[in-house]
């Protein structure tokens, strides 16, 4: 069966980046618009999680820190967005129990290495 | 419409959203300039226009919006005040980068680079350099040539909570090379400490891939900060020495890794056992620590080999994992072809069976050579049990000459490998107990010099190893009183002189008065006893006082494979090991008992036997007439008593695993031509156990009841 991936980003364009390349790629996705939006939808099988941090409502990081300390997907991959000049945020990120870090701008190729590297 | 288009197209209906709530966000904040919320606002615009823009082809627009973005970052932090100035140039931006928008491909104008600039006054020193926009490591390129790696990985232990499968990385690093993986529990605190979602295993991995440092830097990528990662090279695929020369030692790898302390190691090295034993036992690193050590020496040595060999040599190296394989595939293969046998005997049709007699045939000298090709000259180790006998007799100062016989006799591998110690310590013990001091020697007319015969030769389908020495021998007096001190031996009791000597072998026993740092170490005769059964081998001692002793080790050829004879008792099967079995008979129902006890007649002598229905506590109707497999264990003959003798069957023998490795009696499983599981019995410790268990019985109940149980 292939694996569910959430993207969570407030941005349409990213989101939809993310979903062609993951659906090209044979997975299925579930998109959601923000962090609090995120947790509404998080119900049944997913496997993964790709995350901005910078979004309205729930961000990125509060995002993270709900999904560990929940109990049934405390333990799966949770990749997030940033940019360069957000090492801050990516320590901040990183505490909170993300997996793993995606630099924007990315390409389509780099969604997939990480993504395949997490997801075993 | 092209993906690609239509990508664009979403990034320019988003920002077609999000001008416009940047330019509200921007006019609220002119009013109330201290509101974080709006301040995040405009951030979150500017960062979305950002990021997606370079991804969707608009890098000018892309890079000039960092800039902007740069700033306001400043202002989220505290950094920059929210002032007139700011909102006005942020106004202006907009307006660009909508403008910029508006005309695909466009460029950065000038008014853009001009407000770049003057927004980039306003951003402290150290952030002002414009976004690298590069993420990533570059992968080195494999090179063709190998390097080997030690890399040790101790990862956070909270590192399952980040999401991240240690396992996973492992596998990673697989998949780069051949990696050499060993695990490290010392860590893991006891039970009642344990946290299930922590981690406490560290690993040491010997890799050796063509692949470089970075290569493997990336595989820890997202986790290195968090844990305790190195990764250093040991040796070079190009250039070197060739394979001749030994790579580093145990104690320098230990060393080096910062293991062990060089005082301590040389402490260690002035015994005589082998390093690694020695350092665990010492409890200066644990024996996880010399196996991961042990494992790297493998690795250079195996690259360097790889380097020497000549094409044109007449040999070909194989690494010994490749042919554990085959011969677990020859396994399945024998198992399968008995299963074949099997079925196809049940059918009438004759071309079938001769196939199936065919394949039974190949498969036959399938195994024969597998199993050959592991075998090796037991002559290998001659030279190291050489360096032993001099060493000690040095250090004892006796004078030994060591001579050996049957250096070619073969051997499996593994049977070698894990002979050694044991042997070893028992040229070790004729050494320090047996071979007395010159002058000891000269007083009782012998010559000076000791002598020590080791030899090895086939016997059937054992291996015949014997060490003899002809020093002062074992006195069954002292090992008597001994026995009787250590309460194995009531004093009553009248064993003949070979029993005695073979209360050597009890654990805990040990005659030397003095304990030597040779032997006597408390490591006596009962671990050589165990070390030798475990390869399903047996040992005895034979000993005069005053000429000398001789131990005489009988083993297997091989681990893999064994003839054995299946038997069935209600629903088991078992197989009895063919070399054991000397003949079958019957054991009729009235006849049973007429001896007074356990005994049947066997031409003209009474053998005791064992009623394995009982032993194994089956329960169901015993046949009219049962069967009776004689075996041979230590000179005597004993019977077991089944339902039902199958047949002669190559049986494959699989281990039982950790949880069953002290059922005495039973040394294995295997799997039968249909599928199910049939015990392999251990003969010697099963007849011994039997007996044991009989003496007890008979020491507290009447002779009148056991007879009514037989």
Known sequence: MSKTIMTVDDSSSVRQMVSFTLKDAGYEVIEATDGQDALNRLKGSVDMIITDLNMPNVDGIELIRKIRSSTGYKFIPIVMLTTESQDEKKQEGKKAGASGWIVKPFKPPQILSVVQKLLK | MSRKDQMQQAFLEEAGDLLPELESALLELDERPEDSELINRVFRALHTIKGSGSMFGFEAVAEFTHTVETVFDQVRNGEVPVSKELLDLTFRAKDEIQALLAEPGGQASEAMAAIAAELRQMIPAAEASPSSGHSGRQASQGSGDENVYRIRFKPDTNILATGTNPLALLDELRELGRAHVI????????????????CHYWWDVILTTDQGKNSIRDVFIFVEDDSELSIELLEEGVAGGDGSEGYKRLGEILTERGDVDPQELQAALDSQKR?????????????????????????????????????????????????????????????????????????????????AEEIERLSDELRDSTLGIRMLPIGSSFGKFRRVVRDLSRQKQKDIELITEGADTELDKTVIERLNDPLVHLLRNSIDHGIESPEERAAQGKPEQGRIVFSARHSGGNVLITISDDGRGIDPETIRSKAIEKELLSPEADPSEKELINYIFEPGFSTSKEISDISGRGVGMDVVKQNISALRGSVEVESEKGSGSSVKVTLPLTLAIIEGLQVRVDEEHYIIPLPAVNECIELNGQEAGTHGGRLVRLRDQLVPYIKLRDWFCLEGEKPEIEQVVIVSVEDKLVGLVVDEVIGQQQTVIKNLGRVYKDVRGVSGATIKGDGSIALILDVDPLVREVSAHEAAVSSTAKTAQRAETV
């Open chain 2, 183 to 198: 695990a490290h529990a010392e860590d893991i605190p006891n039970l009642q400490e344990l946290d299930p979602e922590q």
């Open chain 2, 275 to 355: 390093l690694g034993e020695l350092l665990v036992q010492a409890g200066l690193v644990s024996e996880t620590q010399v196996r991961s050590a042990l494992a790297e020496q493998e690795a250079v040595r195996e690259v360097r080999e790889k380097r020497s060999v000549d094409p044109a040599e007449s040999s070909v190296r194989v690494p010994a994992a490749k042919l554990d394989d085959l011969v677990n595939l020859v396994g399945e293969l024998v198992i399968a072809q008995a299963r074949l046998s099997q079925t196809v005997g049940g059918l009438a049709d004759q071309e079938l069976r001769g196939i």
